[in-house]
Nanobody, 123 residues
Framework: QQQLVESGGGLVQAGDSLTLSCAGSGRALSTYSMGWFRQAPGKEREFVAAISWGGGRTRYADSVKGRFTISRDNAKITVYLQMNSLKPEDTAVYYC????????????????WGQGTQVTVSS
């Protein structure tokens, strides 16, 4: 069983930047694609970004393309989400997840999930 722990969430103002981290418990996670999702109150969980196991391929939701950057450090078993130019509509609980397939964008394709970290962007 792989465990994922997110950190780095908080309250920021519109236009600010924030970096989320997701630390994994097992070395095997370095062979998984890693993704970030978010869920706002009353809404379904939605895809944000994903990165392949080697970092050579990434995928982004249109709503964050050009503002967010996903990266990973397999030596530290950690994946990051750099978020710039934050908007109030980015407010949500952010989850990281691990998948055996290549940079999937749907919830059902991910095998392991973290507990989430809250990001709140004030206007």
């Amino acid at each position: 069983q792989q465990q994922l722990v997110e950190s780095g969430g908080g309250l920021v103002q519109a236009g600010d930047s924030l970096t989320l981290s997701c630390a994994g418990s097992g070395r095997a996670l370095s062979t998984y694609s890693m993704g970030w999702f978010r869920q706002a109150p009353g809404k379904e969980r939605e895809f944000v970004a994903a990165i392949s196991w080697g970092g050579g391929r990434t995928r982004y939701a249109d709503s964050v393309k050009g503002r967010f950057t996903i990266s990973r450090d397999n030596a530290k078993i950690t994946v990051y989400l750099q978020m710039n130019s934050l908007k109030p509509e980015d407010t949500a609980v952010y989850y990281c997840a691990a998948a055996r397939t290549l940079v999937p964008s749907t919830v059902r394709e991910y095998d392991y999930w973290g507990q989430g970290t809250q990001v709140t962007v004030s206007s």
